[in-house]
């Protein structure tokens, strides 16, 4: 029992850090659209662009994305089809679900650090992208690579709740 209650401890302090995640991932979303509304009406309106917009809602949509993903998963909102595992008995369903959580998390695992070497080589070389002004890209790789982490460890949470039978999913 002690390892439920420690598990659920850890599960609540995740989710309050997802929480914080999804909260920046929507202050981005309202970032992109305060910039890319001006920048379509100036363009349309007055044939001047703001400057740079693209550039900088390329980065905020890496955040938008890789941030938010792991709290998707969290509230297990990700497309999910069940046309064979609602037809199977649920122990099986179960023993299907977590097969495909831990699949999910090694393929993230990868991911994540594949995306960590890809950061360090961005932050050794100091990586720009010009546009208007050059504008640094490795903080956007690390972010990324930590939305990577975040979502890898959501799902290895997903096969350690299902293995054990926690209803975990959507705060419960």
């Not at 955040?63 to 046309?83: D, K, N, P």
């Not at 609602?86 to 994540?112: E, H, P, Y």
């Not at 640094?136 to 939305?147: C, D, H, M």
Request: with cysteine; proline share 2%; charged share 15%.
């Amino acid at each position: 029992m002690a390892d439920k209650s420690f598990f659920q401890k850890v599960l609540v302090s995740y989710r309050v850090l997802l929480k914080y995640c999804a909260v920046l991932t929507g202050i981005c979303i309202m970032l992109m659209v305060f910039t890319i509304v001006p920048d379509t009406l100036g363009r349309k309106y007055f044939a001047h662009p703001l400057q740079g917009t693209l550039e900088f809602n390329e980065m905020l949509m890496v955040i938008v994305i890789f941030v938010g993903l792991a709290w998707t998963q969290s509230e297990r909102g990700h497309v999910c089809v069940e046309v064979f595992t609602s037809r199977m008995k649920a122990k099986t369903a179960r023993i299907v679900g977590c097969t495909v959580w831990f699949l999910c998390f090694l393929f993230f695992a990868l991911i994540t650090a594949a995306s960590v070497v890809e950061a360090c080589r961005s932050i050794a070389l100091q990586e720009t992208v010009w546009g208007i002004a050059k504008l640094p890209v490795w903080p956007v790789k690390i972010i990324l690579a930590l939305g990577c982490f975040l979502l890898s460890f959501q799902f290895l949470l997903d096969v350690i709740a299902d293995a054990a039978c926690l209803n975990v999913q959507k705060g419960k």
